[in-house]
């Protein structure tokens, strides 16, 4: 059995009037290579004619963003030329590599009809190798996701990357990974497989899970040793859970702001790529 070897409370951090909880990096916890940022906004609930979220044009590079909407929405724009508003139970999946800018802000009809928004955006880092790729941009509605059950209809699984039961995810990566959300009713039993030698990304949004008899509440990130290959949760309660998992680049990281590269030089670079317009135009 996989064993914990820590947990990670999120602290409050929030942006404007957006509640927003960041349990990684944290001063204890840089990154679990390759997973290296979680935000975790809401749930809260706008009212009608709010300003919606606040993140609009900012610019990545050498890094992947894959964004989990659990409630509300996000309309996405980038310097690519991508567009799309996706929808409560979506997953977008953006790949920053040599750069680009985008927005991620409420829909027009959510900032004026308000309602309950609650959103997760984890980093991914990317190896040496592909920071300079093509950025790319996919987003899916829920129902464009593969999803199935297990533990007789108890645990509703979204497989977002990787494989698991003879099925295979809805994205496509440029690099081995798996990623889910789980949405557990209270007494499901997950029971998992997964590599010695790849870490686990564990992540409570709702609810609370048991794992070697300690129970855990939502917005905790558990941290597992590289032992067991078994990992085995119990629900609680009703809960969800993020759930990926890989094999660590074992690379230098230097992440400042908006750029995640693996060398000071390259922050540097991109800062400079940025300010000389090398990462498409806005309009």
Known sequence: MKTIKTIHQASYHPIADLITYNPLPSPKLRQIDPFIFLNHHGHQTYPKDNNGLPFGPHPHRGMETVTFILEGDIMHKDSGGHESVINAGGIQWMTAGSGLIHAEVSSEKFKKEGGDL??????????????????????????????????????????????????????????????????????????????????????????????????????????????????????????????????????????????????????????????DGKFGSWN
């Open 118 to 275: 609650e959103i997760l955006q984890l980093w991914l880092n990317l190896p040496a190798k592909l920071k300079m790729t093509k950025p790319r941009y996919i987003g899916l509605q829920k129902e464009e996701i593969t999803s199935f059950e297990l533990d007789e209809g108890k645990i509703h699984v979204q497989l977002i990357a990787g494989k698991w039961e003879g099925k295979e995810g809805s994205f496509e990566t440029l690099w081995p990974i798996f990623m889910s959300t789980l949405h557990l009713q209270k007494g499901a039993k997950l029971q998992k497989n997964i590599p010695v030698d790849e870490n686990v990304f564990f992540y409570i949004v709702k609810g609370s899970v048991k794992i070697q008899g300690e129970n855990i509440p939502f917005r905790n990130l558990v941290e597992f040793n590289n032992d067991g290959e078994k990992l085995h949760v119990e629900a609680s309660e009703d809960a969800v859970i993020i759930l990926g998992h890989a094999k660590p680049f074992n690379e230098p990281m230097v992440a400042q702001g908006p750029f995640v590269m693996n060398t000071q030089q390259e922050i540097m670079q991109a800062y400079q790529d940025y300010q």
